[in-house]
């Protein structure tokens, strides 16, 4: 049997192996263990495979928190670098300064388990504990 063709999220050709005839009783059967050798990915103009795959790392590590974190239970003001906040007991914010946010959540009660996302570089606390992760 032939190759099934399809195109891929960039519009090329891939071929999935199949087997069977196609009929009722004995259905195409296709094998997704496919392997694309000599593509190039659309990477932004002048990027190196490298600096890109780096850059990937980085973002899967500041998304899963590797990058460490701080329980923050005072209300003295803290600066840092950070990719979230995870509230652990409802909190309020008196100031909060991210990086293109025009109107951050200050004076806002936030409940237990929410998660704030941002390029969060200082916050003062009100009130509550919360966990940030770091950039």
Not at 50 to 69: C, W, Y
Not at 121 to 129: I, M, P, Q
Request: glycine share 6%; hydrophobic share 40%; aromatic share 8%.
């Amino acid at each position: 049997m032939a190759n099934i063709i399809v195109k891929d999220a960039f519009n090329k050709n891939v071929y999935l192996k199949a087997s069977g005839t196609g009929t009722i009783d004995d259905p195409y059967v296709t094998q997704q263990d496919n392997t694309i050798i000599n593509t190039s990915l659309p990477l932004p103009l002048n990027a190196a495979t490298e600096s890109t795959a780096s850059d990937i790392r980085s973002f899967n590590e500041m998304s899963l928190g590797q990058r460490g974190h701080t329980l923050v239970t005072s209300t003295l003001p803290q600066s840092g670098s950070w990719v979230a906040i995870q509230i652990i007991e409802a909190a309020s914010f008196v100031a909060m300064t991210c990086a293109n946010t025009s109107t951050p959540a200050v004076g806002v009660e936030l409940p237990t388990g929410f998660i704030l996302y941002g390029n969060i570089s200082a916050f003062t606390l009100e009130y509550g504990k919360v966990i940030a992760y770091k950039r």
